[in-house]
Nanobody, 126 residues
Framework: QIQLVESGGGLVQAGGSLRLSCAAS????????MGWFRQAPGKEREFVAA????????YYGDSVKGRFTISGDNAKNTVYLQMNALKPEDTAVYYC???????????????????WGPGTQVTVSS
């Protein structure tokens, strides 16, 4: 089993920045990459970003490109999401997720992810 725990959420004004972290524990030898998703009230879950330890490949959702940066520390089994130029529409619960097949792909589909954190709330005020 693998456990994921997010941290770093909070309230920020539009234009501000936040940095989310997600630490994995448990059977972490099988971790090759991780991703972030978000879900706003009344909306479907949305892919935000993913990173692959194999070559450091990254991929971003269209709504966050150029503003968010995903990075990972393989030795610490931790993934980060640096969020800049935040907008009120970025308000959501942010979830980190682990795809056990991340060595082969960077998936935007939530169904491809095997483990999920409990989520952290990000609120951007206008």
């Amino acid at each position: 089993q693998i456990q994921l725990v997010e941290s770093g959420g909070g309230l920020v004004q539009a234009g501000g920045s936040l940095r989310l972290s997600c630490a994995a524990s448990g059977r972490t030898l099988s971790i090759y990459g991780m991703g972030w998703f978000r879900q706003a009230p009344g909306k479907e879950r949305e892919f935000v970003a993913a990173v692959n330890w194999n070559g450091g490949r990254t991929y971003y959702g269209d709504s966050v490109k150029g503003r968010f940066t995903i990075s990972g520390d393989n030795a610490k089994n931790t993934v980060y999401l640096q969020m800049n130029a935040l907008k009120p529409e970025d308000t959501a619960v942010y979830y980190c997720a682990l795809d056990l097949h991340a060595i082969l792909r960077l998936s935007v589909r939530g169904a491809d992810y095997d483990y999920w954190g409990p989520g952290t709330q990000v609120t951007v005020s206008s």
